[in-house]
């Protein structure tokens, strides 16, 4: 026993020893950051890596073979459950991330109809699906300059859940429309197919934003080259290519970083500060694909776009940066069934080098293939399958799935495991840095709050101020209100008083008033977007005030 009780202390000694170095180096990473919580921010940057996961930071280090940008952060892990699940879908984290509030799967920015989950306060019935306000939506009230970046279309779960409200995450014409009439300044993405004239409510988006004075760009030169205070760009009818690909496929296309570094420079031109959410979101397509080399180097695209976030923040003093996941994904391990008397003498070699043969993830590597798939060879080659022994040559010969059976060969000859197709209910890694930085283990609520605060407002009373009930405010005030769904995609909210009609579009910033017959209409524009749920128009305060 006392040789068994030396060891334990001396294990508990180097652990120790451990912690402190991390804690130490956290902490001088941290000194030029002004790191008291009780500090405010003048800007603020929050990256989330969709769908990534510990062991994929850990794979994307020894691949590139040296430090990431995000180790320089480490502050402490993120809980990330949803209001009805230990595993939760992207748009109920993104509205964790983004509005402090758990919500179901597919929701996004509105409150839970269903509350499951131990320790998540209950919503009262009247208030499920109610808009509930976000962190860009506070930061363009205190007069801050805002903006979103995203690999995937804008109008996906994550963006959305920091520029929109909506029942349902699949809904992209009426996100989209919210994010065009929110007024940000920089948006920077995919998504085009939804801003034009194949919507189904027939508007084009385009014409709005042009209306708008944004310099709507569609290429990396062309964003690069502009020197507009307000840039829309839009690289991709839906997602834009992985990072691997890109020189290949999309070489039009910028990457994340150079999109990420265009929105700061441009942000923060603001004297009052900006707001900027940037999401790398295809390392989770690669997770559900089971995709190795796809989520390792959409990861370390990702790190090179928290690298510039903190080149600017070291220099400025004054911006939070805060990057995380909001989920895990495939249940990737670094080892597998084949490791499983090996594992303590497999080199990291056995885990890397297969993975630095492929020269294009999955999705790039079956764009090359031919309807007679007779390169299937050249195909397997492009994603690191060389030299193919006869039974990986009869696996993909045979195959009914050959994006699944790529990924099953390349896995097992990286050594490379996955517990899932889907999502995994695993805390994650928090990384931050600045003023107010958040440290320890969190909810995801706390970031959403953590990052209000710093700004200098309350989620909370923005919600009130926000999202008030337009019907039964103005019928309180003697107006005979109705929702117009007479054109079921462009609701209206029409209210009459004696000789006064209010006219307010679900989606948009305007309020239109007309008095009698007359063919005179007064329209004012807003610094908000009205909201239908299905149920119940939610406008904010100064929406009412002018109706009223």
Known sequence: MPGLKKKWLSAALVGTLALSSISFATVN???????????????????VMDGSSDNVSTIARWYKGESLALDNILTGAVRTYSAESAVTDSAPAATALA???KSNSGYVGVLPSLVTTPGVKPVAKEDAYKPVANVLEGAKRTGRATGIVSTSEIQH???AGFSSHATSRSNYDDIAEQQVYQNMDVVLGGGSDS???????GDNLLEVIEDKNYDFVTTRDELLKSKSKKIWGSFAPSSMAYDLDREKTKPEEPTIAEMTKKAIDTLSKDKDGFFLMVEGSKIDWAAHSNDPIGMVTDFLAFDDAVAEALKFAEKDEET???AVTDHGNSGITIGNTNTNSTYDKTPVSAYIDPLKEATMTVEGALSLLNKEKSNLTEVAESYGLKNLSANELKA???SKNLGATLVQLLSARANIGFTTGGHTGDDVFLYSYGPAHPTGLIDNTDIAHTMAGAMGFQLEDLSKDLFVDAQAELEKQGYTVKIDTTNENNPELVATKKNRTIIIPENRNTATI???NSKVKFTRDFNTVSFYNGDKFFISEEMLKFAK
């Not at 030029?32 to 940057?45: L, R, S, Y």
């Open 29 to 47: 990473a941290q000194a030029k950051g002004k790191d008291k919580k009780t500090e405010e921010a003048k800007n603020v940057i929050m990256l």
């Open 99 to 101: 509005t402090g509030n």
């Open 157 to 159: 779960a994550t963006p």
């Open 195 to 201: 801003l034009n004239k194949t919507r189904k409510d």
């Open 320 to 322: 939070l940066v805060i």
């Open 396 to 398: 993909l010969q045979s």
């Open 514 to 516: 007309q008095v009698g």
